[in-house]
Structures are given as C-alpha cells and as structure tokens.
C-alpha cells in the first residue's frame, strides 16, 4: 500500500483540478447569466424603441386623417352655407307660380299678336297683288 502521504498529494491534486473546475464552471454560469440578462435588457429596449415607433407613426397617421377630414368638413360646411344662401335667394313656389301665370298669359298674347300679324300678312300681300295687278298706283 502506498504511504499515506502520496495519497494525500493525489487527492490534493484532485481537489484542486476539481475547485478550479468548479471555480471556471461558475465563471462561465456567471457569464452566461449576465449575458442573457444584457440581452434580455437589450431586447425590451429594442421593444420599447420599436414600440415607441409605431406608436409615433399610428398617431402621425391618425393627425394626418384628422387634418383631411377637418378640411373635408371645412369645405362640406362652405358648399352647404352657399347653398343655404342660393335657397334664400332662390323663388318661392308662390313665386314659381306667379311666374308661370305671367308666362300663360304672354302666351296668350304671343298668340293674339301672331294672328294679327297672319291677318296683316294677308292684307299687305292682298295689296301687293292688286298693285302689281292694277299697275303700281301710276295713274
């Protein structure tokens, strides 16, 4: 059997290759640790930024589709005050029907005048026929 001694150096020896395994296992569990931690931080800052991006854009867009429709308001406003305005403006239907009265009536007249006119017609080719019949008034 070996001596006490060479068996206490042996297992020193395995001591400390399995402390210093324990110690570089542990350095690295603790890397790893910190590493997944700065990327966890470093992917919810990506997130937040990202976050804070769209977010600017939807409420962009959403100002943008304000403005439009504000104008689109402002003018559907200006068309309906004219409109407004021309309707006060415009003929009531008792006026519609006064109008429309006076419109038969120079229908009438339009007719009266057109069958004077036939009859003066008649007349003026009546005297034009005797007068180049009777030889033009050179007596």
């Known amino acids: 059997m070996a001596p006490y001694g060479s068996w206490r150096f042996w297992m020193d020896i395995v001591q400390f290759a399995g402390i210093m ?18 990327f966890l931080s470093l992917e919810k800052e990506v997130a937040k930024r990202v976050h804070e991006k769209k977010m600017a854009e939807t409420l962009a867009e959403k100002n943008n589709e304000c403005l439009r429709h504000l104008a689109r308001t402002a003018h559907a406003e200006a068309s309906v005050i004219k409109l407004e305005a021309d309707l006060k403006n415009a003929p009531s239907h008792r006026n519609l029907e006064r109008i429309h009265a ?3 009536d120079l229908t009438g007249q339009m007719g009266t005048i057109n069958g004077s006119l ?22």
């Open 21 to 38: 395994v324990i110690g570089v296992y542990q350095w690295w569990a603790n890397k790893q640790r910190v590493t997944a931690k700065r």
């Open 102 to 104: 006076r419109l038969d």
């Open 118 to 139: 036939t009859g003066i017609r008649r007349s003026v080719e009546l005297i034009n026929e005797h007068l180049i019949k009777e030889g033009g008034g050179n007596r």
